[in-house]
């Protein structure tokens, strides 16, 4: 095959497999990417997903750097990334935990780097205080 498959193509490929080999490849994809692993912890409902997605998101909050990410912010932002993740746990009803972990991690994001108009803080005070973004 010489052309890769656009995402209705492997989607239907995907549908059309088994599940046990489906949990297989999404566990060999966990297995190297800790937040997909969260992901899917918390899917399944486990309390552990809560204070590892904690430890994700105020890593990646201590080591952003706002001038990096505002030269190329398309660049898989790491801090991006790991708010996604709190956006995540929010849909599998870790409301509360998810609202602790936003208040903390605005905390050090306005320690380290001040009040600035990010993109990153603006979701942390969205996700710390259980609003919706405008």
Avoid: C, K
């Amino acid at each position: 095959m010489d052309t890769p498959l656009d995402d209705a193509e492997l989607t239907a490929f995907l549908e059309g497999q088994d599940t046990a080999w489906l949990a297989e490849q999404l566990m060999l994809v966990a297995d190297e990417d800790p937040i997909t692993r969260i992901r899917l912890s918390a899917a399944a409902g486990a309390e552990s997903a809560v204070e590892e997605a904690r430890g994700v998101v105020l890593t990646r909050v201590t080591e952003h750097s706002p001038q990096e990410s505002a030269a190329d912010p398309d660049d898989g932002d790491p801090l991006h990334r790991s708010l996604d993740l709190l956006d995540d746990l929010l849909d599998y009803g870790f409301e509360d935990e998810v609202g602790d972990i936003a208040d903390e991690a605005r905390e050090i994001y306005v320690n380290r780097h001040g009040e600035d108009d990010s993109e990153h803080l603006a979701r942390l005070h969205v996700l710390a205080d259980g609003e919706e973004e405008d």
